[in-house]
């Protein structure tokens, strides 16, 4: 199945059946499992790739790196300040060039338009490592965590993502768990729930694959869910403005002990794409601190570090996913 993807782009779920999301699913399991076993083949060798990061980036950046190393590829990254993408020079064109140099190119930023017009004007495979939109190789990565943690059938995992549902992640985890047949529950106030027409198309996903879909601002909704799901409540590139307004519309769908223990699951996961608003020790979280007077934010503490946060679990899985998206469409 993953022979059919190769040369192919990845921008975004619902360009993949169920059939070929499942197989880049059995992939990543294949490359950790030789990873970990010390059989891994290197079927990149000699590859060149660029990676371009118009958005800041820790664990993309690192897992498309290490992952194309692991695979013996090279990799030149470049971001806003050291290329002409933007700036002196289109999408298009930008395309145009480094698909002459390069067998793979990888995006990050604001626009989906923008990884959309460099996809068309490409010779080469080209992967979104995230924007506005969609973050198609975290949803991939989740789904494979959840597969991993609970050892269950697709169609037998129910996840809710609690929290801003708009955006990038909880569309992609809509859309993935949709692909795949899963029980998906989106948890948020009305306003913040993901656009009708993302909703439709999860919708139509959804009666060839059995998933079960829930959009609701009913926190009673994680009863029997296996994993929890959030992000940070203001993403990247919103202005600083929106945190009064975002913090009162979400105060009450915080993950902490009480939402966990209202799945009524006793091994109840929690996930997160991380970075997460979980104490005060960065400089995001002093100057919430300093402004409203909140030492966490989307998860509590004790929530994050407990034996029920797979969070680092799911940042490692970055690396195989990506590898997995790498070998299948250039190998």
């Not at 970990?36 to 000699?46: N, Y």
């Not at 060149?48 to 695979?71: D, M, P």
């Not at 020790?281 to 402004?291: D, F, M």
């Not at 570090?305 to 998206?325: G, T, Y």
């Amino acid at each position: 199945m993953t022979g059919s993807l190769t040369g192919r782009h990845f921008l975004k779920e619902q360009d993949f059946t169920p059939g070929e999301w499942r197989a880049l699913l059995d992939l990543t399991g294949e490359l950790k499992a030789a990873r970990a076993a010390g059989t891994e083949v290197q079927r990149l060798s000699g590859a060149n790739i660029a990676l371009i990061f118009e958005k800041t980036s820790t664990r993309t950046r690192s897992a498309f790196e290490v992952a194309a190393h692991q695979q013996g590829a090279h990799v030149t990254q470049m971001d806003g300040n050291s290329s002409q993408l933007g700036h002196k020079e289109s999408p298009a064109d930008t395309a145009r060039v480094l698909s002459r140099v390069f067998d793979g190119i990888e995006y990050r930023g604001a626009w989906q338009s923008t990884v959309e017009t460099i996809a068309r004007y490409s010779s080469v495979p080209v992967w979104n490592g995230l924007t506005d939109e969609w973050h198609p190789t975290q949803s991939l990565c989740d789904m494979f965590t959840m597969r991993e943690a609970s050892g269950l059938d697709d169609h037998d995992i129910t996840f809710a993502y609690v929290g801003d549902a708009r955006f990038n992640v909880g569309c992609s985890l809509l859309m993935g768990g949709a692909l795949l047949g899963m029980d998906v529950r989106l948890v948020a106030p009305e306003k913040l729930l993901p656009p009708a027409s993302v909703v439709a198309t999860a919708r139509r996903i959804a009666e060839t694959t059995g998933a079960r879909i829930t959009l609701t601002d009913d926190l009673a909704a994680v009863e029997g869910c296996q994993f929890i799901h959030t992000d940070i409540w203001v993403s990247m590139g919103e202005p600083e403005s929106v945190w009064t307004e975002r913090i009162l519309l979400l105060r009450d769908y915080q993950v902490n002990t009480a939402l966990l223990e209202r799945t009524g699951v006793s091994d109840v996961k929690f996930m997160h794409c991380l970075p997460a608003y979980h104490n005060r020790e960065t400089t995001v979280g002093e100057a919430i601190y300093s402004r409203f007077g909140l030492e966490e934010l989307e998860v509590t503490d004790e929530v994050f570090e407990s034996p029920a946060s797979i969070v680092f679990d799911q940042a490692e899985n970055r690396m195989h996913s990506i590898k997995a998206v790498m070998v299948a469409t250039l190998a």
